[in-house]
């Protein structure tokens, strides 16, 4: 196989509140030989609240991201779902609207740059599903997780609107009954935890605006998984991960029972079954102490 | 010609009954049906009821997807079922079915319930045109093809309460609008006949109640059997706020308009930067949290931020590419 080779758009959290995310990303990209160029010329997607107030300046902040990806000719892949809606939305917009494109290109020209629509937009998650491959990564795994029950954490914005999201999937993925995560988890050599919270929302967007509403989404979340009879969870997203990793306390106290659980990045989860140094996925960057290691 | 082949296949349906009249608690029936690959949800409803029980309470009408009666929940997710074929459920979820109803706290008698707090946030949002209307005008209001277009899809919805009633918000918030009742308002404050914008507006972005509390988890556009994408037209509400000049400097907008300032000076986000900006004095609050998060590493000080390459150019397109002011 052609070695894998995409252009990683970090999003602003990889480099700020979960370092661990980004070490075991170029971790488990290093394992698996795939070739991750960074876009460091990359600003903030507007993680959904820069569109509340400007929706254009957030098309073509986000054109521009892209278009630094077409300029390696790769597809670019996003770790954090929120990035990941926001880019394949702007995508979606601009290659279904010309007027759309043509003024956006307006501006981008002021800077030299232009959006043409010629590079896909994957999360990684995805990209080592399609392209690699779950029975590649089976073979590669060396520490099976087979003591752990693993509660998936899909997070919103990898699913939904699933015909968005479903634009770059090779095989589609269902909002409802999503299979993707489980069968990282499956693949790792862990048992997948069914529950019903694992496609809702954690309640990050609202955590400033609506505390009540964020902690109570974040405390089901965890307490669903708990039910579930998990020994922890995954999530694909660092911003899911920040609310189930930081935020126990006001997620126990909004639902009224104590709630906590470890919460891996799917990079570290998967990083753990190929047996990654240790210290290469900071797991002692989380608050809630990883103590199965 | 192309031929059609009818496939049938067993499916266990776990049917939600409850009468509010007599039962203390809902319970589960269970029924196993044959279903062939012609049929909707509705129809199972409908031969529950006419082949098994006869007391079996649902609400129906046109059967086309235009009354909104009929939707109800299969296996958690809201449904119009009248419109969602029996095959693709069997896809989704297997042969193993939960019929509930939309709201299983709302529930009167099986899946018929208690929509009130739907009707009552839709009436909250004045859902029709305010105008002054000339008794005797000389010619008819025009609107143009391009005005009109500005309703997209808003103008489509039913009322069929799936979004309302897959909106988290909803669930934990009373007082919260909901999608419906939003995409409703924005169908009516995109309409350029209509002369209460602002007063409107007014009432939209006040906190708890309003478009802020929203947490964009994009369920109500995954759910919407008529594609009116509620979380779209909440986003063009929200860009509504700050074009009319009605957003009032809180949390929430200053949280909205503090991205463009994090950008403009880094590219990136200023993640601490970015709470101070949006809390203010509230930023209290996160103390206990934040200094956790710095022992682990997790802050990084605004000095320590590493910007955008190139940041020039993220710099221009700020300027030059705003289209809103706050």
Known sequence: ?293 | MSTHTITTQKVNFKVFRFNADEDYLPYYEDYNMEVTSEEVVLDILNRIKWDHDGSFSYRRSCRHGICGACAIKVNGRSTLACKESMNDMVDIFGSDLVIEPLSIKRAVKDMIIDKGDFWDKHDAIHPYLISDVEEHPEHEHLVTPEEAEELNEADLCIQCGACHYACPVVEINDDFFGPAAFAKAYRFEADVRDDAHVERLNELHEEKQGLWDCVKCMECAEVCPKDVDPIEKITKLHNMLFKEGVATSNVATRHAVGFKHSIARNGVLDEGGLVLYSEGPGIVKHIPVALKMFTKGKIVPPWGITKSDNLDEIKKLVKSSSTAKF
């Open chain 1, 1 to 293: 196989m052609e070695k894998l080779k995409y252009a990683l758009f970090t999003g602003c959290t990889a480099k700020q509140s979960t370092p661990e995310q980004m070490m075991s990303t170029m971790a488990v990209a290093d394992k698996l030989g795939i070739e991750l160029v960074e876009l460091t010329e990359a600003s903030c997607c507007g993680a959904s609240h820069l569109q509340d107030y400007d929706d254009f300046l957030s098309l073509v902040l986000n054109a521009r991201n892209i278009a630094y990806a077409e300029k390696h000719s790769l597809t670019m892949v996003t770790i954090c779902n929120t990035c990941q809606l926001n880019t394949a939305m702007t995508k979606h917009r601009l290659d279904n609207n010309a007027d759309l494109k043509a003024k956006v290109n307006e501006k981008l020209a002021e800077v030299g740059l232009e959006y043409k629509g010629t590079s896909q937009v994957t999360h990684f998650l995805y990209a080592i599903i399609d392209d690699f491959g779950l029975d590649k990564i089976k073979e590669m795994v060396v520490t099976p997780l087979s003591q752990f029950n693993i509660a998936p954490f899909y997070g919103c914005h990898n699913i939904r609107p699933s015909e968005l999201q479903n634009e770059t999937h090779k095989s589609a993925e269902n909002a409802y009954r999503p299979t993707s995560l489980d069968d990282l988890i499956i693949a790792c050599g862990g048992a997948n935890v069914d529950y019903e919270e694992k496609t809702k929302c954690c309640g990050f967007h609202a955590e400033l605006q609506a505390p009540h509403t964020a902690s109570t989404l974040t405390g089901k979340a965890i307490a669903g998984a708990m039910d579930g009879n998990a020994d922890w969870m995954v999530t694909p997203c660092p911003l899911c991960h920040l609310k189930l990793d930081t935020q126990t306390a006001h997620a126990s106290e909004a639902i009224g029972r104590e709630v906590s659980l470890p919460v891996l990045h799917m990079q570290q989860m998967l990083g753990l079954a190929l047996g990654c140094p240790q210290e290469s996925l900071g797991l002692k960057h989380h608050l809630t102490k990883v103590d199965f290691v």
